[in-house]
């Protein structure tokens, strides 16, 4: 620690003195801080740019490269009350008829007898019922039939009817209900259909008598066949399951729901007909034409903007300020600057303009191998006429609903057809290759927001940079020091000299 000393011999502002020295000294150090600032800089917008492309890979998977996007139909049904009609895989047109002749339902039943339980809010302690069982539920699948793992729940005396419910509801294949007026249950399968010579719930317990809990508690027949079969009275107290019963094209089909799916196509009867609904399809050419406009406004949106990048001003004169310049300015001063800072510094960016070729040339060649269009220009889409606009690709939307409604599945081809080789890939398949390989370029130089500098090539420069200043740092803390000590080591000089004339002086003057 240097002994610091005044001005008070001298007379000298020695603290402004050293500052001015400081500041000069300084300059390299600044000049290593605005490095660093603008490599930053660079890789934020490396990273914004990589942003966009993920942005266009994502928009080209999730539209012209699922086949999806291109089977979108519109349905045309004569009895939409009675049916209704919505395509899943089908690639092709679709017609027909269904009569609708029984609908599926599912199979329920009730107690046959009051319960012992009055409050299904209280414990069952409260009914004398003692210690624990293993209630278990079978029933029918979405499938017709009856359920192999069936469910088991654990009941105590301590749970409440109201606790039991929920569970069973939440995780069995029956939905439960207690009516505290009546104090009777039901349940109900959740899924509809019967299963022929068979029952579609069955419930047991491992309890004994007069403790079991569906026959002695809560009064009810352990499966709904038997529950359905009238008492002497002619009461029921359940129901079977039963079938969707269908004409489909004059033949008779049985499904054990009422939405069912035929050929890609699914269908879902809502309620019995006389007369067979009448059904047919045909491309849903407005829904396809507004995927692809999404992928081409997204791909002409990225080219714009690295366009924008690729060809911005650099301004040499404009270098990133120091917290000292910055103090002798307005924040509106500041934003200026930093706005010519900050430009050009992807300017002719190899990898950037590299990527915009790659894409031109994706789009130009044709995919060999297709059964009808081969280019994009085939279905009405390329590229702008003006060079400036880098390749940006315009639609003629006659052109290309024209194509859609003639074949919509050529057109996914033309996107999407898989091959060994480039030439033989489809449009988008050729984009998203030539995309993931810029975008591991980018992260390579750049990294994400998530990696250490130590990964990516600007990272290892950062890096450098920090060190190069806390080495300067150090530095320049031993030369503020010298200072300090030549200063004090003058100050101490001149207040010896100075005390030895005062010395002098009042010796002559006695």
């Known amino acids: 620690m240097v002994l610091r000393i005044g001005g008070l011999a001298s007379g000298m502002d020695i603290d402004t003195l050293v500052e001015q020295l400081m500041t000069a000294e300084r300059v390299p150090l600044d000049k290593i801080n605005q490095k660093k600032t603008y490599t930053e ?68 039943m009730q107690s046959f007898t009051d319960s012992k339980i009055r409050d299904s809010s209280k414990k069952l302690s409260d009914i004398g019922f003692s ?8 029933a029918i699948t979405k499938d017709g039939v009856i359920q192999e793992n069936s469910y088991k729940l654990p009941i105590s005396e301590d749970d409440t009817l109201d606790s039991i419910i929920t569970r069973i509801n939440k995780d069995s294949g029956v939905t439960a ?26 419930l047991s317990d491992d309890g004994d008598s ?67 609904v009448t059904f047919s399809s045909t491309p849903d050419v407005d829904g396809i034409l507004d995927t692809i406009t999404q992928f081409v406004n997204k ?46 510094t992807l ?15 994706n789009f130009s060649s044709p995919v060999s191998g297709t059964s009808t269009y081969s280019q994009l220009s085939q279905i009405g889409i390329s590229t702008t006429a003006n060079y400036l606009d880098g390749g940006k690709l315009t639609i003629d939307e006659d052109k290309l609903r024209a194509a859609i409604s003639a074949d919509p599945n050529a057109v996914y081809e033309l996107f999407q057809k898989d091959g060994s080789t480039s030439s033989e890939q489809g449009i988008a398949r050729r984009l998203r290759d030539t995309l993931k390989t810029a975008m591991t370029d980018i992260t390579a130089k750049a990294g994400k927001t998530t990696s250490v500098n130590n990964t990516f090539t600007l990272g290892k420069v950062l890096n450098n940079y920090a060190s190069q200043i806390t080495r ?39």
């Not at 150090?474 to 100075?498: G, H, P, Q, S, V």
Request: aromatic content about 8%; hydrophobic content about 35%; cysteine-free.
């Open 41 to 108: 800089w660079q890789r934020d917008d490396y990273r914004e740019m990589n942003s966009l492309l993920l942005d266009l890979d994502n928009t080209i998977f999730n539209g012209v490269a699922k086949q999806a996007s291109y089977i979108k139909k519109t349905v045309s049904i004569s009895n939409s009350d009675a049916l209704s009609v919505k395509n899943v895989n089908s690639t092709i047109d679709f017609s027909g008829s269904i009569k609708i002749n029984e609908l599926a339902s599912a199979a329920t």
């Open 131 to 138: 210690g624990s069982q293993t209630i278990t539920i079978s």
């Open 177 to 202: 209900f207690f009516d505290n007026k009546t104090q009777r249950i039901s349940f109900t399968a959740k899924n509809t259909g019967g299963i022929e010579g068979a029952p579609e719930i069955i």
């Open 210 to 276: 007069p403790n079991k809990f569906f026959n002695n508690i809560l009064g009810i027949n352990s499966n709904n066949d038997l529950a359905a079969k009238p008492r002497e009275d002619g009461t029921v107290f359940g129901t079977a399951g039963t079938n969707a019963d269908i004409t489909y094209n004059g033949l008779n089909i049985t499904r054990s729901s009422n939405t069912f799916t035929v050929n890609g196509v699914e269908f879902t009867a809502k309620k019995v007909t006389t007369e067979a």
């Open 299 to 344: 791909y002409n949106e990225l080219v714009e903007k690295i366009r924008a990048k690729t060809t911005e001003t650099k301004y040499r004169d404009y270098q990133p300020l120091t917290d000292a310049q910055k103090e002798d300015m307005s924040e509106d001063e500041i934003e200026k600057w930093d706005k010519l800072a900050k430009s050009g």
């Open 347 to 361: 300017k002719n960016d190899s990898i950037l303009n590299n990527v915009l070729t790659k894409m031109r040339s």
């Open 472 to 510: 300067f740092e150090d530095k320049l803390k031993l030369i503020e020091n010298r200072y300090w000590a030549r200063f004090t080591a003058m100050e101490t000089a001149i207040n010896k000299a100075n005390s030895q004339s005062t010395y002098l002086t009042n010796m002559f003057s006695s």
